[in-house]
């Protein structure tokens, strides 16, 4: 099994002048899950190199178990800070896609045709594509079957409206994303705020939130051991 993670090289919250990146814990947690199952994996983001890490996510309050691994783990971290450009990464390559949420993604995916094509490329080829909590942003532009959305039509979850209140982030994201995925014809669904939900619909898995993210990489695993 080989598994692409895609995170975000976006580190500005809007016009806030705070920091912001990817969630932590919603690469490490499928990071270790995939790699402990005998995944190998690699990680690319937009412009390469090393990604921003939404530094609220790394606060001690924050910190998880695969976090603190994650911590300890000099390999992983020189991983980390090494990805591949995305335009370095061919769908060819991989079984199956998964990208991470934190805010960042709310810039520098929705329309990103490098990223666009690659996700495009892996639901041609049928190969499963997994996105968790803000990371489904990548989702919106995407183009399946007759060019229309790829999304339209499907059981898709994601970072909600209320939770995006919760974190005081509505007026600051270019779009809400439950919003987004909505105006491209999915079915969206939610759980209550912060709990794990996973939708799975055929090779399209999406969580909500950052503890969906375990349950998110589960369900790709027993998609690539089915196939």
């Not at 992983?76 to 591949?84: G, I, P, R, S, V």
């Not at 982030?169 to 994303?177: R, Y």
Request: glycine share 8%; aromatic share 8%; hydrophobic share 40%.
């Amino acid at each position: 099994m080989k598994i692409l993670i895609v995170l975000t090289s976006h580190d500005q919250l809007g016009n806030t002048g705070k920091k912001t990146g990817f969630w932590l814990e919603e690469f490490t947690t499928p990071y270790y899950i995939l790699k402990d199952a005998g995944a190998e994996v690699a990680l690319a983001s937009p412009k390469g190199g090393e990604p921003p890490i939404d530094p609220i996510s790394d606060l001690p309050e924050n910190l998880t178990l695969s976090t603190k691994r994650f911590h300890a783990d000099t390999a992983a971290q020189a991983e980390l800070a090494n990805t591949k450009a995305l335009a370095q990464v061919s769908a060819e390559d991989f079984d199956a896609v998964f990208y991470p949420g934190g805010h960042g993604p709310m810039w520098d995916m929705p329309d990103n045709t490098v990223s666009i094509a690659l996700i495009e490329a892996f639901d041609k080829a049928g190969k499963p594509i997994v996105a968790v909590c803000h990371g489904p942003t990548a989702l919106v532009n995407v183009r399946g079957k007759e060019c229309d959305y790829m999304i339209r039509g499907k059981h898709v979850t994601g970072f909600s409206n209320e939770e995006e209140d919760d974190v005081g982030c509505s007026e600051i994201v270019p779009f809400l994303l439950e919003d987004g995925l909505k105006e491209r014809g999915a079915v969206f669904s939610k759980s209550d705020n912060w709990a794990p939900y996973v939708q799975v619909n055929g090779q399209l898995i999406t969580g909500q939130n950052p503890a969906s993210a375990g349950p998110a990489a589960e369900a790709l695993l027993q998609l690539l051991h089915a196939a």
